[in-house]
Nanobody, 125 residues
């Protein structure tokens, strides 16, 4: 059906940059919104940034001005450019796709959400 695969996580020093990528695969016709969530140890998963098929974006206050979300709709890919990273950005980052319309078994299907497996981002001081 539909799978999300993230890449680009790793270890970076505070003040550095990383770029995350997420590709959605499958017989996808349309995805309403794609984005990134993160979950730090002992904390709830939270929205980091999201972008709609029309290009509208939404950011968590804690990352505004430092992170940029972008999307290649034709490639079903979403990116997260992270700059001026802080220790508190350390978390597992999950890719999310919402409102996915795909073709399977001779018919179209629509699922509310898909998640990637997560990629670790660690920011050291």
């Amino acid at each position: 059906q539909v799978q999300l695969v993230e890449s680009g996580g790793g270890l970076v020093q505070a003040g550095g940059s990383l770029r995350l990528s997420c590709v959605a695969s499958g017989s996808i016709f349309n995805i309403n919104a794609m984005g990134w969530y993160r979950q730090a140890p002992g904390k709830q998963r939270e929205l980091v940034a999201a972008i709609t098929s029309g290009g509208g974006t939404n950011y968590a206050d804690s990352v505004k001005g430092r992170f940029t979300v972008s999307r290649d709709t034709a490639k079903n890919t979403v990116y997260l450019q992270m700059s001026s990273l802080k220790r508190e950005d350390t978390a597992v980052y999950y890719c999310n796709a919402e409102g996915v319309l795909y073709y399977s078994g001779s018919s179209f299907h629509r699922d509310d959400a898909y998640w990637g497996q997560g990629t670790q981002v660690t920011v050291s001081s």
